[in-house]
C-alpha cells in the first residue's frame, strides 16, 4: 500500500513537471537566431523618431539573419545621399502634401525625380507593352478620361497591388494623425475641413477665460514670407492667401469635386476642355482700382502666369493652347506629352484648377517685350506679395510684423449670396454653413507665435482659441480630460516609408538574379518582401506613437480614400513568411531551437522520469 502511494506521487510529480515545461514551451521555445547571412546599411535623418525606426528594424531583421548597420545623417546629408550618392541599401523617408490625385509620377517611376529606390524598366521590361509594367501603369493612368472615373480608380488599384507584389521597392509604415484643442464654447469648428470651410457653421456659446470677443477667432501661425501664390514656398503664407483668393473648382476632405468660381467645367473630348465661371462676382477696390468684375480674363491670366512666371511652371506643361470664347468661357486644350506629334490627355489636370485666382486687372498693368508676358517687377507685385487679395471670404485688414495679421469678413462676398443657398447642385449651406439669417464671426486674428510651447500656454491662457497638440501627447491628453476643451484629430496627407535601394550595385537588396528555390522571383525581390513580413509595424506604433498611427499598406496616402486599393497585399508580421522568402533566396533559416533555460527544464524532467522509472523497477524486484 506504502509503495503504490509513493508510486502514485512521483507519478503526480512528474505530470506536473510536464505541464510546467509544457505551459512555458511557448516562451522558452523561440526561432534559431543563425549567424547574420550579410550586412545591409540603414540611413535616414536624425532629429525625431526615425533613427528610432531604424533600431527596431535592426532588432527585427536579425531574426531572419540580417545585420543592420544604422546610419543617422543631418539631413542635407541626408539628401545628398537620396538624390545622388545612395550608398544605403534601405533607408527611412516621408511624403508629405498633394494627394487629390493618385499620379505619383516622379516617385515610383524610372526617372522620376525622387525615384530613390533605382526601378528600372529593365526590372519588369515587358515586349508586348515596350517598357516595364510598372511605367506602363504610371503613365496609362494619366490617359485615363474622365480623370474621376471608375476606370481610372480600379486602374491605380491594379498599380498598387502590382507594384507591392511584384517589385515591392517599399514597406509602407504609418500615416500620422494631426490633434488640435480648442475651447468646448466653440461650435461648429471642424478639424478636418479647416478654419474657412468652417466659418460659416461656427459661434461662440458664452466666453471662455481670457477671451476678448465673441466676434473673432483667434489661432497661431509662423510668420508669412511671400503671399503671391506663384511664389509661396511655406504653409503660413498659403494660409493668408487661401483665406483671400477663391479657385475654380473646391476639393472637399473627402476628395469630392466641386464647382466654385467656375459655375461648370465640361470635357468636351479627351483633350478638350470648356470652363464657364460664374456672373456678378466683384473683386475688392484695390489700387485705385474699383468696381471690377471678375472674369474669364482673370482666369485666362491666372494659368498663364502659372505656367510662365511662376516657381512651379512644370506643373502646367499640359496646357498646350487656352483660347477666350466669351468673358465666361475658356478652352483648353490638353497635351499631356509635348514629345508626341498629337494631343495626349492628361488626367492630373484637375487638381490645377483647384489654384487661386489671380487679379488680371492689378498684377497684368505691364508687360514685357513680347506684349503678353506679364512684368513682375512692377510695383504691384511688390506689393501684392504683402497685401494680397481676392474674391475670397476674407480681406486683410491689418498687419503687425511680427505680431499679428487679421483679416475680417468681407461682406458683399459672393459666398454670402442668398441665391447659392437654394442651388442643390451645390450642397452650400451643409459644406460652409451660410444660410438664411447667417450672423456669425467676423474677424480671424493669426498671432505670429512659431514656437509651440509659447502657443500652447496661450491656448490655456484663453488667449489662443484653437492649437495644434499632437506635438504634445501629454498636454494633449490633460486637454482631452479637460471639459473647457475639446480635442479633434485627422489622419494627414503624409505618410512615411522604408525605402529599399534597388539598384544593381546593392548586391543583395538589389540582386536581380532567380531565386534557387522559385525562379519566378528574383533574390532581392525576395529579399524585400522577407524584410517587409519581418517588420512589426504594430510594436512599432505601440513603443514610439502610442498605437495612434494609421498603419498603411499602400504607396498613397491614407488619406486619399477611394484612391487606396482595400484588397491590396499587406505585410503584416508574420516570421513565417519572412524566413519562407529568405529560405527561397537561398538563406536556410535551419530550425527552431530551446532557450538555455527551457533545455535545463527538459533535462531536469528526463531525470526524474528516469529516477522514477528506476524506483518503481527496484521496488517491484524487492
Known amino acids: ?293 471678375f472674369d474669364i480674363y482673370d482666369v485666362y491670366f491666372t494659368f498663364y502666369a502659372w505656367k510662365h512666371v511662376s516657381n512651379d511652371p512644370h506643373l502646367w506643361s499640359w496646357i498646350k493652347e487656352m483660347k477666350i470664347i466669351d468673358d465666361s468661357t475658356l478652352e483648353i486644350f490638353i497635351d499631356g506629352d509635348p514629345d508626341t506629334p498629337e494631343n495626349e490627355p492628361y488626367a492630373p489636370f484637375l487638381p490645377s484648377l483647384w489654384t487661386r485666382i489671380l487679379p488680371e486687372h492689378y498684377l497684368n498693368v505691364t508687360q514685357l517685350t513680347d506684349g503678353v508676358t506679364p512684368d513682375i517687377l512692377h510695383a504691384n507685385w511688390n506689393t501684392f506679395a504683402t497685401d494680397c487679395f481676392g474674391t475670397g471670404l476674407f480681406e486683410i485688414s ?51 507665435i512659431p514656437d509651440q510651447q509659447t502657443s500652447l500656454l496661450e491656448l490655456e491662457a484663453g488667449k489662443v482659441d484653437i492649437d495644434g497638440v499632437g506635438w504634445n501627447p501629454q498636454a494633449r491628453d490633460e486637454l482631452d480630460a479637460d471639459p473647457d476643451f475639446t480635442v479633434q484629430d485627422d489622419t494627414l496627407y503624409s505618410y512615411g516609408f522604408f525605402g529599399y535601394n534597388m539598384r544593381e550595385d546593392r548586391i543583395v537588396i538589389g540582386n536581380r538574379d532567380p531565386c534557387p528555390l522559385d525562379p519566378s522571383l528574383s533574390i532581392g525581390l525576395a529579399v524585400r518582401k522577407a524584410i517587409s513580413y519581418a517588420v512589426d509595424r504594430q510594436e512599432i506604433n505601440d513603443v514610439i506613437h502610442r498605437g495612434e498611427y494609421a498603419i498603411t499598406d499602400t504607396p498613397l496616402y491614407p488619406k486619399m480614400g477611394v484612391w487606396n486599393n482595400p484588397d491590396i497585399i499587406r505585410y503584416n508580421f508574420d516570421l513565417d513568411k519572412a524566413r519562407y522568402y529568405m529560405t527561397i533566396a537561398g538563406y536556410d533559416l535551419g530550425v527552431t531551437e530551446l532557450t538555455p533555460g527551457f533545455t535545463l527544464l527538459i533535462t531536469l524532467t528526463s531525470l526524474m522520469m528516469m529516477a522514477t522509472a528506476t524506483y518503481i523497477i527496484v521496488k517491484k524486484r524487492k
Not at 459666398?415 to 467676423?442: I, V
Open 398 to 448: 491689418a498687419f503687425t510684423e511680427g505680431v499679428e495679421t487679421v483679416l475680417t469678413v468681407r461682406d458683399d462676398c459672393w459666398r454670402l449670396d442668398p441665391d447659392l443657398w437654394d442651388d442643390k447642385d451645390l450642397n452650400w449651406e451643409e459644406r460652409f454653413g451660410f444660410g438664411p439669417g447667417w450672423d456669425g464671426l467676423d474677424q480671424w486674428r493669426i498671432r505670429i
Open 1 to 293: 500500500m506504502k509503495v503504490n502511494k509513493v508510486k502514485s506521487t512521483i507519478l503526480v510529480g512528474v505530470i506536473l513537471a510536464l505541464f510546467v515545461a509544457s505551459a512555458v514551451s511557448i516562451n522558452n521555445v523561440r526561432a534559431a537566431q543563425p549567424k547574420p547571412f550579410f550586412t545591409l546599411v540603414f540611413k535616414t535623418n536624425g532629429g525625431g523618431v526615425r533613427p528610432d525606426y531604424g533600431n527596431f528594424l535592426k532588432q527585427h531583421v536579425a531574426r531572419i539573419g540580417i545585420t543592420i548597420d544604422v546610419i543617422v545623417q543631418d539631413w542635407p546629408t541626408f539628401v545628398g545621399e537620396l538624390i545622388f550618392f545612395r550608398d544605403f541599401d534601405v533607408c527611412y523617408v516621408g511624403l508629405v502634401g498633394g494627394g487629390a490625385d493618385p499620379d505619383f509620377t516622379g516617385v515610383y517611376d524610372e526617372n522620376g525625380s525622387l525615384n530613390l529606390f533605382g526601378y528600372h524598366t529593365s526590372m519588369d521590361w515587358d515586349d508586348a507593352l515596350g517598357t516595364g509594367t510598372n511605367e506602363w501603369y504610371m503613365k496609362e493612368g494619366n490617359l485615363i478620361m474622365p480623370p474621376d472615373s471608375k476606370k481610372r480608380v480600379q486602374h491605380y488599384w491594379d498599380w498598387q497591388q502590382y507594384m507591392m507584389d511584384k517589385i515591392n521597392p517599399l514597406m509602407p509604415t504609418f500615416s500620422p494623425r494631426g490633434y488640435v484643442a480648442h475651447w468646448a464654447n466653440l461650435n461648429g469648428y471642424n478639424y478636418t475641413d479647416g478654419v474657412i470651410q468652417s466659418w460659416g457653421k461656427m459661434s461662440w456659446t458664452g466666453t471662455h477665460p481670457g477671451q476678448l470677443s465673441v466676434n473673432e477667432l483667434v489661432t497661431t501661425d509662423a510668420a508669412w514670407s511671400d503671399l503671391n501664390p506663384l511664389f509661396q514656398d511655406d504653409s503660413s503664407s498659403s494660409t493668408i492667401s487661401s483665406a483671400t483668393m477663391d479657385t475654380l473648382i473646391r476639393y472637399d476632405a473627402d476628395l469630392s469635386v466641386w464647382p466654385h468660381l467656375a459655375d461648370s467645367y465640361e470635357m468636351i473630348n479627351d483633350t478638350h476642355i470648356s470652363i464657364h465661371v460664374r456672373d456678378g462676382i466683384e473683386w475688392p477696390d484695390a489700387g485705385g482700382f474699383t468696381n471690377e468684375g
